[in-house]
């Protein structure tokens, strides 16, 4: 216990991740103290052993950070650390279709040989879009505007080329550049942040360039995600919640999974931001739902925590349906309050999808109860994970007592979950939504 991990090329991902939280918390000294390390990494060494670095996380991370840095303080130094993470990021879209691979490897970059993915997450290449558009906004360099919506075009050619036409399945064969291979179709893991950015690139575009594209492609999936991926769950006291599974298409039919995850929790803040901003006022309401949802199995649970991975009998459509006792029998987990088929990952490991919708809810719509809703959340978590130097994921929620805990504390524990917290109880003028929009991992970027 108490240990640590050197991940994500060895190059203070923490730290890094959680700068824009120092500002916003006040923490100024803090702030330019960690900033002064930050712009000292050395982005041409990695941790002993790796000559590769994981693309995706290290644009959320490193980049998303230091350029939501610079954004908040204006210290150029953090501008021009970006732009040399840029860079080096860059060279991962030197494949012969300009789409990069999961991992940057430097070995295979010098040798010309890079290849985009043929069983990759559809999230990785198509959530780099938000940071890449920053970048090229406060640096005026088009180009990595460009490479990015070389993917945006790939994704609008084949969105209704898939099994389920008008989304993109969960694994994509980004060299080939089909979308056939895979019948799985999810919002949670592996896929999440391709549709977070949907809208999320609309606004931060203000209506110029190809702002449109992205409007039309988030309007057209998430008609078939409430179709076909949403579901209600039957319980005794009918509550008005939804949540998100996994839908599979198979020849003889469409089949959906009842199974939520923490990581689906964002989908609340999704549906609310994107509602308030197209002018759909029923997917805000499909937002509180669902946000409604996701603090609903945190208050479920004996520790007040969320489960990794969790299944519900659910009803036949979204709309109200009678509790049926005889096949709660049959299906449910008697270990768990009604409702619930299995927590079958009970792990809780700092997610902060669930207070990141509750957050943009109440931003949204002011209504004091949510900040009620996050204040037990908050004394839950912190009850729950709390050790001798931070906090830590916890191994089963579902366990009565004193929590077990794991030796890890993620870096978006201070760049996401601390900073949602702190923000609900903040005056909505902090980081304004109408002035910011935040990345996936939470970064506030200013909108043009």
Not at 24 to 41: C, N, P, Q, S, T
Not at 87 to 98: E, G, H, M, S, V
Not at 373 to 389: D, L, Q, Y
């Amino acid at each position: 216990m108490c240990g640590y991990k050197d991940q994500f090329g060895g190059w203070a991902a923490t730290l890094v991740d959680s700068l824009d939280t120092l500002w916003i918390m006040g923490l100024k000294d803090e702030f330019y103290e960690a900033a002064a390390a930050a712009v000292a990494i050395d982005f041409a060494s990695t941790t002993a052993g790796t000559t590769s670095i994981n693309v995706f996380e290290t644009t959320i991370r490193h980049l998303g950070g230091m350029l939501s840095a610079y954004d908040l303080s204006g210290e150029p130094a953090l501008l021009e650390k970006a732009k040399e993470l840029g860079r080096l990021l860059y060279i991962a879209f030197d494949t012969p279709n300009r789409i990069p691979g999961f991992w940057l490897d430097f070995e295979n970059a010098r040798a010309g040989r890079q290849l985009a993915g043929t069983h990759d997450p559809s999230a990785s290449p198509a959530s780099l879009s938000l940071e890449f558009t920053r970048l090229a906004q406060l640096t005026g360099e088009d180009k990595y505007y460009d490479a990015i919506h070389r993917v945006t075009t790939f994704l609008e050619r084949t969105q209704e080329d898939s099994k389920l036409p008008g989304m993109w399945p969960a694994m994509i064969n980004f060299q080939e550049e089909h979308v056939r291979g895979d019948n799985s179709f999810a919002l949670g893991a592996l896929a999440d942040s391709l549709y977070e950015y949907l809208p999320k690139m609309a606004i931060l575009l203000g209506g110029r360039n190809h702002s449109q594209i992205y409007e039309k492609m988030y309007r057209r999936s998430m008609d078939v995600a409430i179709k076909h991926l949403l579901f209600r769950p039957m319980l005794p006291n009918n509550e008005d919640i939804l949540f998100a599974g996994t839908t599979f298409v198979h020849d003889d039919g469409i089949q959906l999974v009842p199974e939520g995850q923490h990581l689906h929790c964002f989908l609340g803040g999704l549906f609310a931001v994107a509602g308030k901003s197209f002018s759909i006022p029923e997917h805000v309401t499909i937002g509180e739902r669902l946000a409604r949802g996701c603090a609903w199995v945190y208050s479920a649970m004996p520790t007040g925590l969320m489960p990794e991975y969790f299944a519900l009998l659910e009803c036949p459509s979204l709309q109200p349906c009678a509790w049926n006792e005889t096949r709660w029998e049959l299906e449910g987990n008697k270990k768990l309050k009604k409702g619930f088929q299995h927590a079958r990952d009970p792990r809780y490991q700092l997610r902060p999808e669930a207070i990141e919708s509750i957050f943009i809810m109440y931003r949204i719509t002011g209504q004091e109860e949510f900040r009620e809703i996050a204040w037990r959340m908050f004394e839950s978590i912190v009850e729950g994970t709390k050790a001798p130097f931070g906090h830590a994921a916890v191994k089963d929620i579902t366990a009565e007592g004193v929590t077990e805990k794991e030796d890890s504390m993620e870096s978006f524990w201070l760049a996401e979950t601390l900073k949602y917290f702190y923000l609900i109880f903040s005056p909505p003028d902090l980081i304004s939504l109408d002035e910011y929009v935040f990345s996936t991992e939470a970064h506030p970027f200013k909108r043009t």
